[in-house]
Nanobody, 113 residues
């Protein structure tokens, strides 16, 4: 299993970014996909999940972030709008396949003026 994130960067408050996570090594369409983030000095937190049951979000991003997937391209996305400084973190793609828990390398998102 390999997960490779991209799309992070520096953005001003109120701006937008779209993160991508390219997956390989497993039957992508069969598995739920997650986005986590970890800010400096804080624990890693679950931001959003997409599965056959739909999409779920942590309260702090509801109405601003949208998770989606392309099962042909084996890619999961996180569209982030109305970004705030407190969204600054390293964002990680994650999935559980069998007994394994897999992570990408992370992509840095910095929201600052």
């Amino acid at each position: 299993v390999q997960l490779v994130e991209s799309g992070g960067g520096l953005v001003q408050p109120g701006g937008s970014l779209r993160l991508s996570c390219a997956a390989s090594g497993f039957t992508f369409s069969n598995y739920a996909m997650n986005w986590y983030r970890q800010a400096p000095g804080k624990e890693r937190e679950l931001v959003a999940t997409i599965s056959s049951f739909g999409q779920t979000y942590t309260d702090s991003v509801k109405g601003r972030f949208t998770i989606s997937r392309d099962d042909v391209k084996n890619t999961v996305f996180l569209e982030m709008n109305s970004l705030k400084p407190e969204d600054t973190a390293v964002y990680y793609c994650n999935t559980h396949v069998g007994l394994g828990r897999y992570w990408g390398q992370g992509t840095q998102v910095t929201v600052s003026s």
